[in-house]
């Protein structure tokens, strides 16, 4: 069965850290691009980083770059965002996906609130 499944999600207070994970299964997970998206109440869904098949390249939102780091481990099957110096702004639900060509599998988003 294809899942592509997030956790790590939670509250935090700003300037604190959390890692998002995202466990890829029913494909080939090394063949596929993956990429954390994230979405506010009331706004569009928004790429925040991706990570092409092989783990060597990286792309970044202007607004998280230098404090989010994406990551892949493709043993394991999973896929990483390291957030640090987090502000309320990155409040929102947080989506996985897998890409490859016109292929997409998504997965069901975890919650990372930032709030003292």
């Known amino acids: 069965q294809l899942q592509v499944v997030e956790s790590g999600g939670g509250l935090v207070q700003p300037g604190g850290s959390l890692r998002l994970s995202c466990a890829g299964s029913?494909?080939?997970?090394?063949?596929?691009?993956m990429s954390w998206y994230r979405q506010a109440p009331g706004l569009e869904r928004a790429r925040v980083a991706s990570?092409?098949?092989?783990?060597?390249?990286?792309i970044y939102a202007d607004s998280v770059k230098g404090r989010f780091t994406i990551s892949r481990d493709n043993v394991k099957n999973m896929v990483y965002l390291q957030m640090n110096s987090l502000n309320p702004e990155d409040t929102a639900k947080y989506y996985c996906k897998a890409v490859r060509g016109r292929i997409e599998y998504w997965g069901q988003g975890t919650q990372v609130t930032v709030s003292s």
């Open positions: 990570i092409s098949s092989d783990g060597t390249g990286t």
């Open positions: 029913g494909f080939t997970f090394s063949n596929y691009a």
